[in-house]
């Protein structure tokens, strides 16, 4: 969520899907967050992320990405059980102790303006 957060705040098109999964949500109360003295619950957490990312344009689609390949012209191809996906760049946040993609949040951005060529933040992997 927070590499969406970065990305649509350069006015890069994210797209962020969410399995629904994160370890966040099994944390009652952590501490390892600066600004949160007293904690935070990982779901309060998420909820805040999920806003903070929303005030931005990113409205995330609850769905697991199954697979991801890189198609013609370099434009991955993700495909859950809903359907099929394109992106030019993707940003996965993995599930350390899921599968590699089994468990995984996707940001899929389109990466086509000028933006992303002129400002050196990007580089294709």
């Not at 501490?31 to 929303?54: E, F, T, V, W």
């Not at 005030?55 to 697991?64: D, F, K, M, R, T």
């Not at 350390?96 to 951005?109: L, P, R």
Request: hydrophobic share 40%; proline share 2%.
């Amino acid at each position: 969520m927070t590499a969406a957060v970065y990305l649509s705040r350069y006015h890069l098109e994210v797209q962020l899907f969410d399995g629904n999964s994160s370890r966040a949500s099994w944390i009652p109360c952590s501490h390892n967050l600066a600004g949160y003295p007293d904690g935070i619950s990982g779901n309060d957490l998420l909820k805040r992320m999920r806003q903070h990312a929303a005030n931005y344009g990113v409205e995330p689609q609850y769905l697991e990405i199954q697979q991801m390949t890189r198609g013609n012209d370099d434009i991955f191809i993700l495909e859950s059980a809903e359907g099929l996906f394109a992106a030019g760049d993707v940003v996965v946040g993995l599930d350390q102790i899921g599968n590699a993609m089994g468990q995984a949040a996707v940001a899929a951005t389109t990466i086509r303006n000028d933006l992303a060529g002129q400002s050196g933040l990007y580089r294709r992997a």
